[in-house]
C-alpha cells in the first residue's frame, strides 16, 4: 500500500488567509496571500497581498519562469468566504496512544495511583495485535480529524503492535514519532515490564522496522527513544538509552516532575542525583532533541540545566489538572527562562484528543497560575498559545525548519479552518468579519477576534481540511448540511 503522504500531486497555488507564528511572541496573519506547493509537498513560494491582476497560473508562470516543467499546475482559491484561514498543521508533543480507551476515567486518581489501577492493566493488554489495531486506528484517525499532522507518541513496551502502529501512521499518513517504551523496572505492577535484554531487542527491533518501512528519501515516522520515566527505568536501561540515542541519532521523550509524589519516588530510588533533571541528565538523556513532558514542579537548577541542554516542555494542562498534578508557569519557562515550550494532550491523563482544546486550556490555566501569583505576567495571549501547539512543536521534535510555519522551504502541513462548517458550534455575524475595504487595523483586529472565536468557542467540527507533506490526508468539506430546526407546533 502506498503511503497517503507520498502520492502523487500536481504543483498546486493555494490563495487565501494563512496564520502562523514564525517566532515566539510573533504572529503574522497574512491576507489573500499567494501560496505554492510543489509536487514534493514543500512550500516553493509566499506571495503576501496577491491582488488578482494577473491569473493565478499566469502569475505563477511569468514569476517563476524555472518552474515550466510542471505540466498540470491547479489552483485552489479560499478567500470567497472570510471565515475560511489556514494555519499549520497541530503538533501533539506528548500523547499515550495506547491509553485511548480510558480517556475520561479515573477523575482526581493521583498519578501513581493512576498508573496501577488504570494505565499499567490497559498497557498490558497490546501484545494482542487485533486488539491494539483497534484502537490505534482510532486514534490515528480522530487526531487527524482535529487537525494534527505530527505527534510524538508513546506506545507500550510490546514491539509488534508498535510496529503495527508506524504502519498505520503511514498508511493514514500522520506525520510521527514513534516511541516503543522502555521499563525495566516496575515494582508497582510487576506483571508489565520487561528485562533490560528484552527492552535492547525490541527498541532494535523497532528501529530496524521503521527505518525498513519509511518511504525512500522520506522520514514520515521516526522512531523515538522513551525511557517511560525514571522511577520505573534502572540505571543501566537509562544509560543505555542515553548512549543508543547518542549512536544512532535518534529523539527521547520522557516524563519528569508531573506529581509530588513521583518527585519524592525518584528522590529515593536515585540518592546520588540532585535532583529528578539530574537523573536524565546524568544519563546523556538531556540534549537538543529531548521532550520532557509535564515539568510541572521544576526549580530553579532544573530549569536552568534544561534551558542550557537546549530541551523542550510538553505541556499538558488538561492532564495535569485532571489528575490534579499542578499547574506549570509556563509564561515564566517560555519568557523569563527561554525554554522551548511544546503542547501535549497526554491522553489519557488527558481527555481531550485536540491540540485545539490543549490551547484553550493553557490559556486558562495561565489564568489561574496568574490569581495564584497575583501577577497578571503569567498569562498567556493567543500568539503563545498558537505558538506552543505549532512551531513550538516543531522545535520540540527537530522539525522547525520542515513544519510549523507558513514559510518557503517548509512542507505544507496545513489545516483548513472554516468557522461556518457543518453544525459548527462557532457563531459569526457579517459585521465581525474582516473585508478587504476595512482599514489595515481594522482588519486585523476583526481577524484576531476570528481567532479567539475559534480558539475558545469552535473545535473539530471547524477543522475541514488537513494536509501532510503537501497531501490532503483528511477532506470534511463536503459536508455542507446546517441544522434544520423543528418549528413550534401552532395546533393545540
Not at 489538572?321 to 506549570?328: D, L, R, V, Y
Request: glycine share 6%; charged share 20%.
Amino acid at each position: 500500500m502506498t503511503p497517503i503522504a507520498i502520492t502523487s500531486i500536481p504543483y498546486t497555488l493555494y490563495h487565501g488567509t494563512f496564520v502562523h507564528t514564525p517566532s515566539l511572541d510573533q504572529l503574522e496573519l497574512k491576507f489573500n496571500a499567494l501560496v505554492g506547493v510543489n509536487s514534493e509537498g514543500e512550500i516553493d513560494f509566499v506571495h503576501d497581498e496577491y491582488t488578482l491582476a494577473l491569473a493565478p497560473v499566469e502569475f505563477f508562470k511569468q514569476s517563476y519562469p524555472d518552474h515550466h516543467n510542471y505540466t498540470t499546475i491547479e489552483f485552489v482559491d479560499y478567500t470567497k468566504d472570510p471565515t475560511k484561514f489556514i494555519v499549520p498543521g497541530f503538533v501533539d508533543t506528548h500523547i499515550h496512544a495506547s491509553q485511548y480507551p480510558n480517556v475520561g476515567v479515573g477523575l482526581g486518581t493521583p498519578l501513581l495511583d493512576w498508573l496501577h489501577s488504570y494505565t499499567f492493566p490497559l498497557e498490558n493488554k497490546f501484545s494482542d495485535l487485533d486488539f491494539a489495531t483497534k484502537i490505534y486506528t482510532k486514534i490515528i484517525q480522530k487526531t487527524i480529524a482535529s487537525g494534527t499532522t505530527c505527534a510524538s507518541y508513546f506506545t507500550t513496551i510490546d514491539p509488534n503492535s508498535t510496529n503495527a502502529f508506524a504502519d498505520l501512521l503511514l498508511q493514514y499518513g500522520q506525520r510521527g514519532f514513534v516511541g516503543k517504551v522502555c521499563m525495566d523496572h516496575n515494582d508497582t505492577y510487576h506483571a508489565y515490564e520487561e528485562d533490560f535484554a528484552s527492552a535492547k531487542e525490541s527498541m532494535d527491533k523497532v528501529i530496524a522496522h521503521i527505518e525498513k518501512v519509511n518511504p525512500e528519501g522520506q522520514s514520515l515516522v521516526t522512531p523515538i527513544i522513551t525511557p517511560r520515566f525514571a522511577p520505573v527505568c534502572s540505571r543501566e536501561l537509562l544509560k543505555y538509552l542515553g548512549e543508543l540515542s547518542a549512536s544512532r541519532s535518534l529523539p527521547i521523550q520522557t516524563h519528569i516532575s508531573e506529581n509530588k509524589k513521583e518527585i519524592e519516588l525518584v528522590r529515593d530510588l536515585f540518592p546520588e542525583c540532585k535532583d529528578y533533571t539530574d537523573v536524565y541528565d546524568q544519563h546523556k538523556l538531556l540534549n537538543q532533541s529531548t521532550i520532557l513532558a509535564h515539568a510541572v514542579h521544576l526549580t530553579e537548577d532544573e530549569r536552568t540545566v534544561i534551558k542550557n541542554k537546549n530541551c523542550s516542555i510538553s505541556h499538558c494542562p488538561t492532564s495535569n489538572t485532571f489528575i490534579s498534578s499542578g499547574e506549570a508557569p509556563i509564561k515564566q519557562y517560555l519568557y523569563k527562562d527561554q525554554i522551548n515550550v511544546s503542547l501535549g494532550t497526554d491522553v489519557s491523563g488527558g481527555f481531550d484528543l485536540s491540540i485545539l482544546g490543549i490551547v484553550k486550556q493553557s490559556i486558562l490555566v495561565s489564568h489561574h497560575v496568574a490569581m495564584t501569583e497575583k501577577d497578571s505576567y503569567h498569562q498567556l495571549l493567543l500568539k503563545d498559545a498558537i505558538f506552543m501547539a505549532t512551531k513550538g512543536g516543531a522545535i520540540a521534535v527537530g522539525l522547525d525548519n520542515t513544519i510549523g510555519s507558513v514559510e518557503k522551504g517548509r512542507k505544507f502541513d496545513m489545516q483548513l479552518i472554516d468557522l461556518r462548517s457543518y453544525n459548527s458550534n462557532a457563531d459569526i455575524f457579517e459585521w465581525q468579519l474582516p473585508s478587504q475595504e476595512d482599514l489595515k487595523e481594522e482588519r486585523e483586529l476583526k481577524m484576531m477576534n476570528l481567532l479567539g472565536k475559534w480558539i475558545f468557542t469552535g473545535d473539530d467540527r471547524n477543522c475541514v481540511k488537513v494536509w501532510c507533506n503537501g497531501r490532503v490526508i483528511l477532506d470534511k468539506s463536503a459536508r455542507d448540511e446546517r441544522w434544520v430546526m423543528v418549528e413550534p407546533s401552532t395546533s393545540a
